[in-house]
Structures are given as C-alpha cells and as structure tokens.
C-alpha cells in the first residue's frame, strides 16, 4: 500500500501564494502517476493538475498559468500563484489514480 501525506495548505488573500506538498511512502511503483484534485463546497471534485511518470504536465483550464505541479523524487508539489477566492477548496493528492490524501484547505479570502 502506498501512503500519502499533505501539508501547505492555509488561508491566503486573493493575490497570494501556497505551495502544496504530497509526500508518499510505502509500497511505491518505480514509475507512476500523480495528480493534485479539489473539492469545493457543494461541487464536486476535480482535476487541477497532473503529472506523468515521465514529467509530462497538464492543468485544468481555470488554473493553467497561475498553478505548477512538480515532482522531486517522492513528492509532488503544487505552486499555487495569483490566487483567486474561486480557488478555495479542500486539495487532494491522487497516486497513480488509486490512493488519495487526507485533504488540505486552501482558502482564499480578503
């Protein structure tokens, strides 16, 4: 099993920056998959960004200049630039499309 653990989440004004943190341990593949998703309050959750085993990216639309994903060995990262109020929501990391992180709040706010 592979286990994932969040951090950087927290309160920002609109403007600011957060960087995401997802590290994973355990029984870890030699390539595989990470992606971070969010989950607003009463909408569903869904895809920020990606990143390949290879280093491929892709953003979703409403974040594409503004968020990077990065990895570095176990890790992946998510630069969160020039945020907006409609970026608050819990911040989930994904492995390899099976396992998913407890969550971490990002709010933005003035």
């Known amino acids: 099993q592979v286990q994932l653990v969040e951090s950087g989440g927290g309160l920002v004004q609109p403007g600011g920056s957060l960087r995401l943190s997802c590290a994973a341990s355990?029984?870890?593949?030699?390539?595989?998959?990470m992606a971070w998703y969010r989950q607003a309050p009463g909408k569903q959750r869904e895809l920020v960004a990606f990143i390949g085993s290879r280093g491929s990216t892709n953003y979703a639309e409403p974040v594409k200049g503004r968020f990077t994903i990065s990895r570095d060995k176990n890790t992946v990262y998510l630069q969160m630039n020039s945020l907006k109020l409609e970026d608050t929501a819990v911040y989930y990391c994904n492995y390899n499309y099976i396992t998913w992180g407890q969550g971490t709040q990002v709010t933005v706010s003035s």
């Open positions: 355990g029984n870890i593949l030699s390539m595989y998959d």
